[in-house]
């Protein structure tokens, strides 16, 4: 079974288009977080839930709203995509809060390009 | 600011060799400190995590060492096989309520044979 799944894997879009990118976690975590890694390999992250409440919330454009209906789901969605948003988004999730030293679980990425 | 600096940004070995990745961290009050390898096309695997009262920890080839005194943490890889090849990024914790993470840029490894 897969720890942290994540849909689409690939995801090919326009600018200006909205689009959502959907996470799944079923460890029983408490906590995700989504992850940009841009063309460089270098990782931000981006948002982290802790049963259902936001908890890291990094300088990103508002146009980057993460949405988690529950404890095994965050979602990302994005709307008016630009051309510097293409690259890999990984989400992940961990037992707890990132300063209580518990393993965090990735998942495959979804790759976005926009053209 | 809270920083956390990885060298050498690249390093190519051959096969059964020995290696230290190195970081250096500026982040305050410390949490902890873990490193990730993440192969092209995936994502990190945790390999080790270390918190203020460890000093080394490891992981079958890997070894990971603190020194919270200079804030500085390698890893080792023993006897490097091929499937070491791979990006390995050193992140650490801040604690505090802001559950702040701070990562590195990586080092590249190439294992070669």
């Known amino acids: 079974d897969t720890a942290v799944s994540q849909t689409p894997k690939y995801l090919v879009t326009q600018m200006g288009n909205d689009k959502s990118i959907k996470c799944e976690q079923n460890?029983?975590?408490?906590?995700m977080y989504w992850y940009k890694q841009d063309s460089k390999k270098f990782l931000k992250i981006m948002f982290s839930?802790?049963?259902?409440?936001?908890?890291i919330n990094e300088t990103v454009p508002n146009r980057f709203s993460p949405k988690s209906p529950d404890k095994a789901h965050l979602n990302l969605h994005i709307n008016s995509l630009e051309l510097g948003d293409s690259a890999v988004y990984f989400c992940?999730?961990?037992?707890?809060?990132?300063?209580?030293?518990?393993?965090?679980?990735f998942g495959p990425g979804t790759r976005l390009t926009v053209t | 600011k809270n920083q956390v600096e990885q060298s050498p940004q690249s390093l190519i070995i051959l096969e059964g060799k020995n290696c230290t990745l190195q970081c250096n961290y500026t982040v305050s009050p410390f949490s902890n400190l873990r490193w990730y390898k993440q192969d092209t096309g995936r994502g990190p695997v945790s390999l080790t995590i270390m918190t203020f009262s460890e000093n080394t920890k490891s992981n079958g080839r890997y070894t990971a060492t603190l020194d919270a005194d200079t804030k500085q943490s390698s890893l080792h890889i023993t006897a490097s096989q091929l499937s070491d090849s791979a990006s390995y990024i050193c992140?650490?914790?801040?604690?505090?309520?802001?559950?702040?993470?701070?990562f590195g840029t990586g080092t590249r490894l190439t294992v070669i044979p």
């Open positions: 460890l029983g975590h408490d906590t």
């Open positions: 839930y802790n049963n259902k409440e936001l908890i």
């Open positions: 992140v650490v914790s801040e604690k505090t309520g802001a559950n702040n993470l701070f």
């Open positions: 992940a999730s961990s037992l707890g809060r990132p300063q209580l030293a518990y393993e965090q679980y």
